[in-house]
């Protein structure tokens, strides 16, 4: 069974930076593709970005490229997501996810675990 634990979530105002951690146990974290996700009020939750289990290939979203980064610590079984110029349309809650897939998916329904999720607020 994996276990996903969300951490870094906050209040940043608009410009600023911000760097999510995601702990994996349970499984290495270099043996899952993860993916990062998210859901603003009223909204459905919606892909932010990907890392591949094979060759760490990486995937963003339109609206956060160039913005976020995110990477993998194999020896910290974590994964990180690193935002930056963040804008008030960035706050939601974030979602850790992990597939035993060998390919990263945009698709909530490719995933089989989940965090609990960490808030990150942007104020204007």
């Known amino acids: 069974q994996v276990q996903l634990v969300e951490s870094g979530g906050g209040l940043v105002q608009a410009g600023g930076s911000l760097s999510l951690s995601c702990a994996v146990s349970?499984?290495?974290?270099?043996?899952?593709?993860m993916a990062w996700f998210r859901q603003a009020p009223g909204k459905e939750r919606e892909f932010v970005a990907a890392?591949?289990?094979?060759?760490?290939?990486?995937y963003y979203a339109d609206s956060v490229k160039g913005r976020f980064s995110i990477s993998r610590d194999s020896a910290k079984n974590t994964v990180y997501l690193q935002m930056s110029s963040l804008n008030p349309e960035d706050t939601a809650v974030y979602y850790c996810?992990?597939?035993?897939?060998?390919?990263?998916?945009?698709?909530?329904?490719?995933?089989?675990?989940w965090g609990q999720g960490t808030q990150v607020t942007v104020s204007s």
């Open positions: 996810a992990a597939s035993v897939s060998p390919y990263a998916s945009r698709r909530l329904a490719d995933y089989d675990y």
């Open positions: 349970g499984r290495t974290a270099s043996t899952v593709s």
């Open positions: 890392i591949s289990r094979r060759f760490d290939n990486t």
